[in-house]
C-alpha cells in the first residue's frame, strides 16, 4: 500500500519507524519476541514513553491530548506497531473509559480523569459481566442506592480482565429496579482502594489468573463520579463496546503473527521430505485467511476515517469483533498445524519473566499452546459472536 502514500505521508512512516527502533525498550521488545508475560512496570513504562512523545492518545481531541493525525496516519501508527510488537495502551483507560467520559463527562470530570490517564498514572478496568448477566449484560444485578452525596454499590461483577492491577473501576450499576432494565443503568466511576471491594483471581485454562471476580460490599462512591444523568447507562455503555470491539479486530498484530506463521512453516518438514509452506493445502489456508485479513483491514480503515470525524463507530463494529475474532482463532489452528506433537508439552511458567528452569520448546513451538488456549476467549469477550450477529440482522439487516 505504500505506493499510495504521499511524501509527507511516507515521511511520517519513517518518523514512526526511526522512534520506535530507538526508543522501545530492548527488555520489553526481547519479551515480546519471546511471549514473556509484560509486567505491569513494563506496560505503564512503555506508555510513558508514548505519551512523552504525544503519540499515547491517537483517537482523542487535540485539545485534550490528542494527536490530530489524518486517518491514513493513524493507520500507519498502528502498522508499525504491529511489524515491531510494540504493545497498544491497555484499552480500559484511554480506549473504553476516556472516550465516554469525552463523550458524556463534565468538563470537571474530563479534567479530574483524562490527564492521569493519557500519563498512566491510573490503571482503569472494567465492570461490566456478572457471574449471571454477560451476553445479557442489561440483566446485572449490581446496585447502586443514592444515600445523600453517595450511592451505596453492592454486587459481584466478572471476568475482570487485570483487575489486580487496577486503580479505578468504570461500572455498570443498577439505580432504578422499576424500569425497563436498559433502563435502569447508570455508568459509575469507581476507586477500587474504597473500603468494602476485594478482587478475586480467576484462574484461565493457560494457566493465568488473567481475570478477576471484584465483590462489593455497602462501597461508598461519591455521586460526582456519576457520569452523565443517572439511569441513562446504558446508552453510555453501548457506545464504550462499540470502541471495545472496533479494537478487539487488531490487524496489525494478526499481520505480524501472520508472517512468523510464514517463517516457521517454510522450516518445517512436512513429513515426507518436504517443507510444509510448500504444501499446497497449508498454503492455499495461509494464502485464505491473509485475504480475509485484507478485507477486514479495509473495513477497519473505513470505521477509523468514521471515528476521526468524531462519530462512535456503529454496527460495523460489530462485524470487525466477529472477523476479526475468527481470523485470530484460524491462525491459532495453522500455528498448531505446523506445531504438530511439539505443541502438547506445556510448561506455562516459562512465560512468566523470572522464570529460571529448563524450557520446553523453542520460539513459536514453545507457545503455540499457550496462544491457542488463551485465545480461545477472544470470540466471547466484548459480547460473544453470536450476539453480534444478532446486532447486525436488527441493525443492518433491519431483521
Known amino acids: 500500500m505504500n505506493a499510495d502514500f504521499t511524501a509527507e505521508e511516507l515521511s511520517f512512516q519513517q518518523q514512526v519507524r526511526d522512534f520506535l527502533e530507538n526508543e522501545f525498550p530492548a527488555d520489553i521488545r526481547e519479551k515480546v519476541d519471546n511471549n514473556i508475560t509484560l509486567s505491569k512496570d513494563d506496560i505503564v513504562r512503555w506508555q510513558k514513553i508514548l505519551n512523552s512523545q504525544g503519540w499515547m492518545a491517537p483517537n482523542w481531541p487535540d485539545e485534550y491530548g490528542g494527536t490530530g493525525w489524518t486517518p491514513t496516519q493513524k493507520y500507519i501508527f498502528n502498522q508499525e506497531m504491529g511489524r515491531i510488537g510494540a504493545p497498544e495502551p491497555v484499552a480500559f483507560g484511554v480506549k473504553m473509559v476516556a472516550p ?4 458524556y463527562g463534565s468538563e470537571e470530570q474530563k479534567q479530574r480523569f483524562l490527564p492521569d490517564i493519557l500519563e498512566s498514572n491510573v490503571w482503569w478496568c472494567q465492570g461490566y459481566s456478572e457471574p449471571n448477566s454477560g451476553s445479557d449484560l442489561a440483566s446485572l444485578k449490581t446496585t447502586a442506592v443514592r444515600d445523600g452525596d453517595h450511592y451505596i454499590v453492592n454486587g459481584t461483577k466478572t471476568w475482570n480482565t487485570l483487575g489486580q492491577y487496577a486503580d479505578w473501576i468504570f461500572c455498570l450499576v443498577r439505580t432504578d429496579n422499576t424500569a425497563k432494565k436498559q433502563e435502569g443503568i447508570s455508568f459509575l466511576l469507581i476507586d477500587m482502594k474504597s473500603p468494602g471491594i476485594s478482587v478475586n483471581p480467576i484462574y484461565l485454562m493457560d494457566g493465568s489468573p488473567e481475570v478477576n471476580e471484584v465483590v462489593f460490599e455497602d462501597v461508598k462512591v461519591p455521586v460526582e463520579n456519576l457520569i452523565g444523568e ?9 457506545v464504550l463496546l462499540t470502541h471495545e470491539r472496533t479494537n478487539i479486530a487488531r490487524v496489525p498484530y494478526t499481520k505480524r503473527r501472520i508472517d512468523e506463521l510464514k517463517v516457521a512453516a517454510a522450516e518445517r518438514d512436512d513429513g515426507q521430505g518436504g517443507k510444509l509452506a510448500d504444501d499446497p493445502l497449508f498454503a492455499q489456508k ?3 485467511l491473509e485475504i480475509d485479513l485484507q478485507a477486514l483491514e479495509y473495513a477497519e480503515l473505513r470505521t477509523l476515517a468514521a471515528v476521526s470525524v468524531g462519530k462512535a463507530p456503529g454496527p460495523e463494529s460489530s462485524i470487525l469483533k466477529i472477523v476479526g475474532t475468527e481470523i485470530a482463532q484460524r491462525a491459532d ?31 513459536f513451538l514453545a507457545s503455540t ?12 469477550y466484548g459480547g460473544s459472536n453470536e450476539i453480534q450477529k444478532n446486532i447486525i440482522c436488527k441493525a443492518v439487516l433491519g431483521l
Do not use: C
Open 100 to 103: 465516554v467520559i469525552l463523550a
Open 230 to 238: 443517572e439511569n441513562k447507562g446504558w446508552t453510555y455503555a453501548k
Open 286 to 288: 495461509v494464502a485464505e
Open 333 to 363: 489452528e495453522l500455528y498448531l498445524e505446523v506445531a504438530d506433537y511439539d505443541a502438547l508439552p506445556f510448561v506455562p511458567e516459562q512465560f512468566e519473566a523470572g522464570f529460571d528452569g529448563e524450557p520446553v520448546g523453542e520460539g
Open 369 to 380: 499452546a499457550l496462544d491457542y488456549m488463551n485465545h480461545r476467549k477472544v470470540s466471547i
